[in-house]
Nanobody
Framework: QVELVQSGGGSVQAGGSLRLSCVAS????????MAWFRQTPGKEREAVAA???????TYADTTKGRFTISQDTTKRILYLQMDTLKPEDTATYYCAADAPCVPRWTHTVIAGYYPLNAMSAWGKGTLVTVSS
């Protein structure tokens, strides 16, 4: 059974930084694509950054240049480094894993064309609050 355990998050002032972590277990990590999503009340969950098994990354326009997704495949940990945070980044952030990791998966996920209920596993979410 695939399990994703998140940590990090919290409260920060605008312009600050936070790092989220997501530890994966119960899977062959190298076979999975991974992504970070966020959601605010009343809105759909949106992808903010994605990475495939080769380390190729794709970002949403709203996070490009400020957020960095990375992974330690040996330790099976996914990261999201968030810099220059804005109040509009306030949301609950979720990590997700999916297999098989097919070509252009990251682009499809970021574009919003990948069905969320098709993801292999989700983390439980962690709240990020950015104050002005």
């Amino acid at each position: 059974q695939v399990e994703l355990v998140q940590s990090g998050g919290g409260s920060v002032q605008a312009g600050g930084s936070l790092r989220l972590s997501c530890v994966a277990s119960g899977l062959i990590y190298s076979a999975y694509c991974m992504a970070w999503f966020r959601q605010t009340p009343g809105k759909e969950r949106e992808a903010v950054a994605a990475i495939d098994s080769d380390g190729n990354t794709t970002y949403a326009d709203t996070t490009k240049g400020r957020f960095t997704i990375s992974q330690d495949t040996t330790k099976r940990i996914l990261y999201l480094q968030m810099d220059t945070l804005k109040p509009e980044d306030t949301a609950t952030y979720y990590c997700a894993a999916d297999a098989p990791c097919v070509p252009r998966w990251t682009h499809t996920v970021i574009a919003g064309y990948y069905p969320l209920n098709a993801m292999s596993a989700w983390g439980k979410g962690t709240l990020v609050t950015v104050s002005s």
